[in-house]
């Protein structure tokens, strides 16, 4: 198995949107380990000094504009033999901080509370890598759990280009803060090659991002690309090293809540051979329903299940 690196830069980033057409700026097989480093941030939001701008991300800056409203993503990279109907399995190996900064903003028809505020709040917020936490500006210091909030493969070809913001069946901007390190996330895959991106560093996040941001900065991420083609998705799902989880993203959030419950108890019946009825009750009495995001358009809902729970419960 290979082992590939790819840095952000004008050459190797897609801002603001997803398309099937993005040529990609690597091709590996079937089970090998790419590293990627990311960006993120408009001129914007860019800091003064202390705090250094990686030469790479004011490369970006000068040399491209958004497409779309949305993020900095590195990629696309292509899995040699992905088909359409296929799925990719991800395996988050390593997820370290980029730079030693990140920002959050709270801003007026913004967030959860889009009127509740008439004035952009910018923060920056120094990372402290050896300690891993993020100085919040009153002194407050929060552990950090970085994570990627956007990881995708290309959306099938007929739909075009889209904006990054909205999470969609083909992953893109899930902000779910489980997607840390030793995680591994399933995406259907949509088009020949998959075409793996991923963007929009989050240095630490709670559920439902009701602000609109993380501490948003730079990470670099390892991860294995695997394909299944003993799987078969519609809508992305996950295990972290306990837990089981499936996921679903629409404008309603009650909408939400249907589709990753019902995918749920799809995954218990397989997986144990229980009844969808006795699966059913089984989610009511041990799973959990957690409202990932609520800002990004389409709202986000995951529903997690302790892993141990299926091999008892089989049959």
Same mark, same amino acid.
């Not at 990279?77 to 296929?86: H, L, M, S, T």
């Given at each position: 198995?290979?082992?590939?690196?790819?840095?952000?830069?004008?050459?190797?980033?897609?801002?603001?949107?997803?398309?099937?057409?993005?040529?990609?700026?690597?091709?590996? #097989?079937?089970?090998?380990?790419?590293?990627?480093?990311?960006?993120?941030?408009?001129? #914007?939001?860019?800091?003064?000094?202390?705090?250094?701008? *990686?030469?790479?991300?004011?490369?970006? /800056? @000068?040399?491209?504009?958004?497409?779309?409203?949305?993020?900095? $993503?590195?990629?696309?990279?292509?899995?040699?033999?992905?088909?359409?109907?296929?799925?990719?399995?991800?395996?988050?190996?390593?997820? &370290?901080?980029?730079?030693?900064?990140?920002?959050?903003?709270?801003?007026? &028809?913004?967030?959860? =509370?889009?009127?509740?505020?008439?004035?952009?709040?910018?923060?920056?917020?120094?990372?402290?890598?050896?300690?891993?936490?993020?100085?919040?500006?009153?002194?407050?210091?929060?552990? %950090?759990?970085?994570?990627?909030?956007?990881?995708?493969?290309?959306?099938?070809?007929?739909?075009?280009? =889209?904006?990054?913001?909205?999470?969609?069946?083909?992953?893109?901007?899930?902000?779910?803060?489980?997607?840390?390190?030793?995680?591994?996330?399933? %995406?259907?895959?949509?088009?020949?090659?998959?075409?793996?991106?991923?963007?929009?560093?989050?240095?630490?996040?709670?559920?439902? #991002?009701? !602000?609109?941001?993380?501490?948003?900065?730079?990470?670099?991420?390892?991860?294995? %690309? /695997?394909?299944?083609?003993?799987?078969?998705?519609?809508? *992305?799902? @996950?295990?972290?090293?306990?837990?089981?989880?499936?996921?679903?993203?629409?404008?309603?959030?009650?909408? !939400?809540?249907?589709?990753?419950?019902?995918?749920?108890?799809?995954?218990?019946?397989?997986?144990?051979?229980?009844?969808?009825?006795?699966?059913?009750?089984? $989610?009511? +009495?041990? @799973?959990?329903?957690?409202?990932? &995001?609520?800002?990004?358009?389409?709202?986000?809902?995951?529903?997690?299940?302790?892993?141990?729970? +299926?091999?008892?419960?089989?049959?």
């Amino acid at each position: 198995m290979a082992e590939y690196r790819i840095d952000a830069s004008p050459d190797t980033v897609h801002w603001g949107y997803f398309d099937a057409g993005l040529a990609p700026r690597l091709t590996a #097989e079937s089970g090998d380990t790419v590293t990627i480093s990311t960006v993120s941030g408009g001129p #914007e939001v860019m800091p003064q000094a202390p705090f250094a701008i *990686p030469e790479a991300l004011t490369a970006v /800056h @000068a040399a491209m504009r958004p497409k779309l409203p949305g993020h900095i $993503c590195t990629g696309p990279v292509a899995v040699r033999g992905a088909k359409a109907g296929q799925v990719l399995e991800v395996r988050i190996e390593d997820i &370290q901080l980029h730079y030693d900064w990140g920002f959050t903003y709270v801003g007026p &028809q913004k967030g959860a =509370l889009p009127d509740d505020f008439d004035e952009m709040h910018l923060m920056h917020i120094p990372l402290d890598r050896e300690r891993m936490t993020g100085r919040m500006p009153w002194g407050l210091e929060l552990p %950090l759990r970085p994570f990627f909030g956007v990881m995708a493969v290309a959306p099938p070809a007929g739909w075009g280009s =889209l904006s990054t913001l909205p999470p969609r069946r083909n992953g893109g901007n899930l902000d779910n803060k489980e997607l840390v390190a030793g995680t591994t996330l399933y %995406l259907p895959i949509h088009v020949d090659g998959a075409l793996f991106s991923v963007g929009d560093g989050h240095g630490v996040q709670g559920d439902g #991002e009701v !602000c609109v941001t993380a501490i948003e900065t730079g990470l670099i991420g390892t991860f294995g %690309l /695997h394909l299944r083609e003993d799987m078969s998705l519609t809508w *992305p799902m @996950a295990e972290t090293p306990t837990h089981v989880m499936t996921m679903a993203f629409d404008p309603d959030l009650d909408d !939400c809540v249907v589709i990753a419950l019902r995918s749920m108890i799809g995954l218990i019946v397989e997986r144990t051979g229980i009844t969808k009825a006795e699966a059913y009750a089984l $989610c009511s +009495l041990a @799973a959990d329903l957690r409202i990932t &995001q609520v800002v990004n358009g389409n709202k986000g809902v995951h529903v997690m299940l302790d892993k141990s729970l +299926l091999q008892k419960a089989q049959r």
